[in-house]
């Protein structure tokens, strides 16, 4: 069996630029045939600053609610939910996405936002993450090190942005000469109702959540795909890797 696995949507509880609930974020994948989502919500010092002068395991609460919501439905109607983080250091505006990670990681490290890139990196690698930058050639993206990198997010399908994916698959390529086990995802970006289910990697093993995801993702051994979104429903369209 082939499972169709979602690796970048965000939730109205924690990401407040998304307007959909977490539940109903599982209710419109899982009608979208979906099998599993990761919910990256963004993790940025200002979110955190806004949440008050509480602790950080408080803080950490509110900021699981969106995952923890979506894994309550999800659970309900049979689709697995994994969690991940989009994080933003303090340094630029870049955003990376991070996979592997659970709950107990995050209450015990705080304030990855003060990291920065390279010393984050460093990190995710002792620690079993990985580390991939998401739409890197969006305005107001930097270009960093790409050996802090273990990957790219080369089709982001957010209709409001120009990702500029033809590039990010162009740096893909090239890092790949470097680095064979250099890495591509591929995300809806989901925010908004309609924004579901524009892309997605296609597998034989079904994650049950972060670290098979990450374990899956290192494997190589899925397939990327993007969809165009019509009346008629998803017109599947493989993407093609040199």
């Keep these: 069996m082939?499972?169709?696995?979602?690796?970048?949507?965000?939730?109205?509880?924690?990401?407040?630029?998304?307007?959909?609930?977490a539940a109903k974020l599982a209710d419109i994948y899982k009608a979208r045939n979906y099998h599993?989502?990761?919910?990256?919500?963004?993790?940025?010092?200002?979110?955190?600053?806004?949440?008050?002068?509480i602790s950080w395991e408080q803080k950490?609460?509110?900021?699981?609610?969106?995952?923890?919501?979506a894994k309550k439905r999800g659970d309900e109607i049979g689709i697995n939910i994994i969690l991940g983080i989009e994080i933003r250091f303090t340094e630029n505006a870049n955003d990376y996405l991070v996979f592997g990670i659970d709950e107990q990681l995050l209450y015990d490290n705080p304030e990855f936002y003060n990291y920065g890139a390279k010393n984050f990196s460093e990190f995710a690698r002792a620690n079993g993450l990985l580390f991939i930058q998401a739409h890197p050639f969006?305005?107001?993206?930097?270009?960093?090190?790409?050996?802090?990198?273990?990957?790219?997010e080369i089709?982001?399908?957010?209709?409001?942005?120009?990702?500029?994916?033809?590039?990010?698959?162009?740096?893909?390529?090239?890092?790949?000469?470097?680095?064979?086990h250099?890495?591509?995802?591929?995300?809806s970006d989901c925010h908004e109702l309609t924004h579901e289910g524009r892309a997605g990697i296609i597998s034989d093993m079904l994650p049950e959540n972060s670290a098979e995801l990450a374990?899956?993702?290192?494997?190589?051994?899925?397939?990327?795909?993007?969809?165009?979104?019509?009346?008629?429903?998803?017109?599947?369209?493989?993407?093609?890797?040199?």
């Design 36 to 53: 599993a989502i990761t919910v990256m919500d963004h993790y940025q010092k200002h979110w955190f600053d806004q949440a008050g002068d």
């Design 215 to 242: 374990a899956l993702l290192r494997s190589g051994i899925y397939k990327m795909c993007k969809f165009d979104v019509s009346p008629a429903g998803f017109e599947q369209q493989v993407i093609t890797l040199l």
């Design 2 to 21: 082939e499972y169709l696995i979602e690796l970048h949507c965000h939730s109205k509880e924690t990401s407040y630029c998304s307007a959909v609930g």
């Design 138 to 152: 969006r305005n107001w993206m930097s270009i960093i090190n790409h050996d802090y990198l273990d990957g790219v």
């Design 155 to 180: 089709y982001n399908a957010h209709q409001w942005h120009d990702s500029r994916n033809y590039l990010a698959e162009l740096l893909y390529k090239e890092q790949r000469k470097k680095s064979p």
């Design 182 to 187: 250099f890495i591509a995802t591929v995300g």
């Design 60 to 69: 950490m609460d509110k900021f699981l609610a969106g995952y923890r919501n």
